[in-house]
């Protein structure tokens, strides 16, 4: 009997031992849980202040300019404190940099359209000159990222980096855009007399000048109704026959079937 009433012992302590274990489990379990939670929501909540203050940023760049806009500014425009945005951006040049990285410039993120292929790698470079300009049309973000960086940002002291990087876009962009004109003249279709290299570096600097008088003339009476005709006058320069009768007669019903019907300053309406 004493044997029996040992045994019974025994198993209930090993039962009441399992039951413990199980509640404890279920107690770690819970907790665990919980925190996982607590971590997601604060992951959140640091990625919508990470973003209250790029849009603060590109509100305050856009009115004052970089060089006049401060953090504290900034902070108060996104209604946190300074030392919050210390915590996602340790300075003002990481901060514009974050900004500049959160939109597709077409300019620079578009290249992709030079690439594709086709009978005439010249279209394909139209292609992309009128996508750069309907991007800046279209996404008001994109076009207040490119105002700023190309109006109202000085390139001085910790901003230096900047435009090399800038600058450092604009060399492959060209490189790019030489491969794209060497098809078109080994084609046949761009004018033996041209180097690929120089007619690259031209289209750099006509689209650069092109999207910062789009960007001056905010009325959109000055450039905007002949964008489509300057891009299409660019682009048949380069090739053969270009300059003669026949080419600018071709070139001029080209423009004008493109803002026809439906345009609306100088672009066809979507």
């Known amino acids: 009997m004493a044997a ?6 025994n198993t209930a302590r090993k039962s009441a031992a399992r039951a413990q274990d199980y509640i404890q489990s279920r107690v770690y379990v819970n907790s665990t849980a919980a925190g996982s939670l607590r971590v997601r929501r604060t992951k959140q909540e640091s990625e919508q202040t990470r973003q209250h203050i790029l849009d603060a940023a590109l509100r305050e760049f856009a009115r004052r300019g970089v060089t006049r806009t401060t ?3 900034i902070a108060a425009a996104a209604g946190v404190t300074r030392g919050a945005v ?3 951006f340790a300075n003002k040049r990481a901060l514009f940099r974050a900004m500049r990285d959160q939109v597709s410039l077409p300019l620079f993120d578009r290249t ?3 690439g594709a292929d086709g009978p005439d790698p010249l279209r394909a470079v139209e292609r992309f000159l009128h996508s750069v300009v309907d991007q800046i049309e279209k996404y008001p973000q994109t076009r207040h990222t490119f105002e700023i960086m190309s109006l109202k940002c000085e390139y001085v ?3 230096r980096t900047e435009i090399k990087r800038h600058a450092r876009s604009c060399r492959e962009l060209s490189s790019k855009l030489a491969l794209v004109y ?3 003249r080994d084609s046949g279709a761009m004018r033996s007399d041209l180097s690929p290299e120089s007619a690259a570096l031209d289209t750099c600097v006509f689209i650069t000048g092109l999207l910062r008088l789009w960007l001056i003339d905010e009325s959109g009476g000055l450039l905007r109704p002949h964008v489509d005709e300057l891009i299409s006058n660019h682009v048949a320069s380069r090739r053969v026959g270009a300059g003669t009768p026949g080419a600018r007669a071709t070139r001029r019903s080209t423009s004008t079937q493109r803002r026809a019907p439906g345009a609306v300053n100088g672009r066809i309406g979507c």
């Open 157 to 159: 002291d910790e901003f």
């Open 86 to 88: 210390y915590w996602h």
């Open 71 to 73: 953090l504290q500014r």
């Open 182 to 184: 060497a098809r078109a």
């Open 112 to 114: 992709e359209l030079l």
């Open 4 to 9: 029996c009433k040992g045994v019974k012992k």
